[in-house]
């Protein structure tokens, strides 16, 4: 078994500002996604990476930028936070790309912009 | 472009009875994987279960099973004996066999009552 671990739990921003989240696992999996979830929505992939020091677009990527430090860690930066902007940003790996693996999710850090 | 569809918003059922979401899909692959996750209360999301689609065999889990209609692009949740602990937002997700984007539906929140 194994864990992932997103910090910090809530984010508190304001407008405009470079905000970051951290995300680690130690399932020892090589690949790592990024997700928004909206309120009352399914989530939308922001980023994510097959493996240390690769990053790949996913549909939502405007706005953001990602860093893939090591094989354990994927931090997402906010670049400019929107005012009123409220949403949850989940983390989750998976062992590798194949389309059957199953993807683990963290418990997600919540964004609110004042 | 895959396109995942749970037309439920919600539903309300009575414990230790039957329950089935639905879920629609599009894609133009001819191999993909079908996925179901349960969203708890604090947020957690928690794999349940997988249907490839080559199969022709429904998948299932525990008190999970699915309903796999391949000419009907559907692929629907079974949850017999419903227990209380069951209430959560479902989501349906699909991912072809290369890529890394696994699409969601937009949920379905299901009350368990006593």
């Known amino acids: 078994g194994g864990i992932i671990t997103q910090t910090p739990k809530f984010l508190i921003g304001q407008e405009g500002q470079k905000l970051t989240l951290k995300c680690q696992q130690n399932?020892?999996?090589?690949?790592m996604y990024w997700y928004r979830q909206d309120s009352g929505k399914g989530l939308r992939l922001i980023y994510y990476?097959?493996?240390?020091?690769?990053?790949q677009k996913g549909d939502l990527s405007e706005g953001y930028d990602a860093s893939r430090e090591k094989k354990s860690s994927f931090s997402l930066t906010v670049t400019s936070a929107q005012k009123n902007e409220m949403a949850v940003f989940l983390c989750?790996?998976?062992?590798?790309?194949?389309?059957?693996?199953?993807?683990?999710f963290g418990p997600g850090t919540r964004l609110l912009v004042l | 472009a895959q396109k995942v569809t749970q037309t439920q918003t919600s539903i309300s059922v009575v414990e230790k009875t039957t329950v089935t979401m639905d879920c629609v899909y599009e894609?133009?692959?001819?191999?993909?994987?079908l996925f179901w996750y349960k969203q708890t209360a604090s947020g957690e999301i928690v794999f349940l279960i997988r249907?490839?689609?080559?199969?022709?065999e429904n998948a299932t889990v525990g008190h999970y099973s699915l309903n796999f209609q391949k000419p009907k692009s559907s692929i629907g949740l079974i949850i017999t004996a419903t227990q209380i602990e069951d209430s959560a937002v479902y989501f349906c997700?699909?991912?072809?066999?290369?890529?890394?984007?696994?699409?969601f539906g937009g949920g379905t929140r299901l009350t368990v009552r006593p």
């Open positions: 989750a790996s998976s062992p590798l790309l194949g389309g059957q693996d199953t993807q683990y």
């Open positions: 399932f020892n999996h090589d690949t």
């Open positions: 990476s097959i493996t240390e020091n690769d990053l």
């Open positions: 894609t133009r692959d001819s191999s993909y994987f």
């Open positions: 249907q490839d689609s080559y199969k022709k």
């Open positions: 997700a699909m991912r072809n066999n290369a890529g890394a984007k696994l699409t």
